[in-house]
């Protein structure tokens, strides 16, 4: 199972930025989708994550400026990121807790990283 993200990029403050992390390979359910970052000298945190059935949590900062979405028939997640911030900038990646060969797998896989710049 590999994950790939994109969308990343530098932006203005209060712009708008899409992610898309699309999930490909066999044999494979996946459960949680969400997206982590971690900026420079920092720890990485969860920004959201949904569920397959739509049900979502947000990191406090972002709540309200922040939409996470996902299609279950592409195994795709989105994360819409409005009025964003200089704090927003960071390398945001995407995971996927999932189903395979019997076995679930919690925080196992992972995107590249896309790198989100809000900067004037």
């Known amino acids: 199972v590999q994950l790939q993200a994109s969308g990343g990029g530098l932006v203005q403050p209060g712009g708008s930025l899409r992610l898309s992390c699309a999930a490909s390979g066999r044999g494979f359910s996946i459960n949680v989708m969400g997206w982590y970052r971690q900026a420079p000298g920092k720890r990485r945190e969860l920004v959201a994550a949904?569920?397959?059935?739509?049900?979502?949590n947000y990191a406090d900062s972002v709540k309200g400026r922040f939409t996470i979405s996902r299609d279950n028939a592409k195994n795709t997640v989105y994360l819409q990121m409005s009025s964003l911030k200089p704090e927003d900038t960071a390398v945001y990646y995407c995971?996927?807790?999932?189903?395979?060969?019997?076995?679930?797998?919690?925080?196992?896989?992972w995107g590249q990283g896309t790198l989100v710049t809000v900067s004037s």
């Open positions: 949904i569920t397959r059935t739509g049900s979502t």
């Open positions: 995971y996927a807790d999932l189903l395979r060969g019997g076995t679930y797998y919690t925080n196992n896989y």
